[in-house]
T-cell receptor
Framework: AQSVAQPEDQVNVAEGNPLTVKCTYS??????LFWYVQYPNRGLQFLLK??????LVKGSYGFEAEFNKSQTSFHLKKPSALVSDSALYFC?????????????FGGGTRLMVKP | EPEVTQTPSHQVTQMGQEVILRCVPI?????FYWYRQILGQKVEFLVS????????KSEIFDDQFSVERPDGSNFTLKIRSTKLEDSAMYFC???????????FGPGTRLLVL
């Protein structure tokens, strides 16, 4: 079985400060990990993914994420937050041991960036 | 940049009625998906579809749900007899290959009264 946990319902950060949105996962095989962002009344926009290779993955809008196998984590980071980054962020995982392509999502973390 | 599109953006229906939600996946993608998000809850997988067949489905995807690719561009989700608890945002997604990123549409908000 595959699962994802996002331990924080909300993260507050001041504009210009670094931000981290946490994600931990559980799979029986190897993980494919994804971050998506959802703006109000919009769909899910792909930010970045980890499949294999470098543990630090860079994505859209200056976001990056670090895959840590020993801690089973895939935290989303940005060095300097913008007010426009305020949105709902979802971490998702797929277990490469599963024949299908079902993504399992975390509960989401609301990021609030204050001016 | 190609996008997944969905129609309608909003749908209100009476309990027991049938609804069809429509999606146009990205044109060169081969895998199609439906997910749903009940208000305030997680995004949940419903079904995946490849080569005109369901390749995987969740426990949520019971006999009242069906999917179809009626032509070369559309991908539909039908709910035969809607229930109050079917009220949710329904997202369509597509990916070029099974291991590739799934790209999501803007969603259809379904309200069952």
């Amino acid at each position: 079985a595959q699962s994802v946990a996002q331990p924080e319902d909300q993260v507050n950060v001041a504009e210009g400060n670094p931000l981290t949105v946490k994600c931990t996962y559980s799979v029986s095989g190897n993980p494919y990990l994804f971050w998506y962002v959802q703006y109000p009344n919009r769909g899910l926009q792909f930010l970045l993914k980890y499949i294999t290779g470098d543990n630090l993955v860079k994505g859209s809008y200056g976001f990056e994420a670090e895959f840590n196998k020993s801690q089973t984590s895939f935290h989303l980071k940005k060095p300097s937050a913008l007010v426009s980054d305020s949105a709902l962020y979802f971490c998702a995982v797929r277990d490469d041991g599963n024949a299908g392509n079902m993504l399992t999502f975390g509960g989401g973390t609301r990021l609030m960036v204050k001016p | 940049e190609p996008e997944v599109t969905q129609t309608p953006s909003h749908q209100v229906t009476q309990m027991g009625q049938e609804v069809i939600l429509r999606c146009v996946p990205i044109s060169n993608h081969l895998y199609f998906y439906w997910y749903r998000q009940i208000l305030g809850q997680k995004v949940e997988f419903l079904v995946s579809f490849y080569n005109n067949e369901i390749s995987e489905k969740s426990e949520i995807f019971d006999d009242q749900f069906s999917v179809e690719r009626p032509d070369g561009s559309n991908f539909t989700l039908k709910i035969r007899s809607t229930k109050l608890e079917d009220s949710a945002m329904y997202f369509c997604a597509s990916s070029p290959e099974i291991q590739e990123t799934q790209y999501f549409g803007p969603g259809t908000r379904l309200l069952v009264l």
